[in-house]
């Protein structure tokens, strides 16, 4: 059970520690638009490689750059994101989620965080990635994981005839998020999508108690023009929620605040949450885990289950996206 935990929901651990990320262009903003022309001109290119070689690509791991083929690389990164045993369509589903990501970020050149690798395994930049060899020598069964990257090898999602953004997450609410609820920027293939079936996830309902002193000095430091000098049941008032149930903001002692920021303060597994309160401490009660944008891990999980191809769930999960090949 520990190992599940451990890998299956990859982006547990990104997304606990990362709540507010904006994953798309490699900054630690939170905020940084899809549309923001931050890209380096390619390395790629200088290399010869064009918009339609991908086939190798140089990952920085463990802080050296590194020459893979795509696919191994892809194949590592589905390794750190989704159990072995999952339905073989939702790992595919996943494989193609990973490779479209990865092509995303290279299409868009090298970042000044890494000018010498086009990827990197560190998950608050790019994606986490475990090395398959590494991870079989020592006992791990990732053939079912191997064999969906090698079904899917060279596909990709695309939007416009370019690569998406296929960002994705460990288990969403009913619904995902729409990147405009969580980042603030439209983005027409990441809207909200009914995802059922994300209580199979062990931690779907979680709750986290903060005491009064607490939250208090967290909030004197994060807001510190927001008052909560009163009672726990007098700090938030209204919040704006999107539609699939993640608050957007909420004001906080006078403050309007975002739910990102709230669930990265407070160390919430999502922005879905609600609120008790005792005499001296507050008590955030969320559902799901992750930024709920995209692909829902658990959510792929159910379709597949219920008899949906990987690509009938990239469809379902990345709307109006066309399933290609490199
Ligand atoms: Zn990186």
Redesign the pocket.
Known sequence: MRKLLLTGCGLVLVLYLLPILWPLD?TDTGAEPLTASQAVPADGQAKGQTAADYSVVTV?IDGTPTELPLEEYVAGVVAAEIPNDFPIEAIRAQAVAARTYAVY?LSRGR?E??PD?D????Y????AYRDIAVETASGSDLSRVQQAVEDTAGEILTYGGSPIAAVFHCVSGPRTESAKDVWGEDIPYLQSAVSPGGSAYDGYEDAVTISADDFRAAVAEAFPSADVSGTPDSWFKASARSAAGGVITVELGGVTVEGTAVRELFGLQSTNFTLTTTENSIIFHTIGYGHGVGLSQYGAKYMAEQGSSYSEILAHYYQGTTLTKL
């Open positions: 490699g920085e970020k970042p965080a890494h690798a990827l990197c395994d560190d608050h930049h790019c994606a």
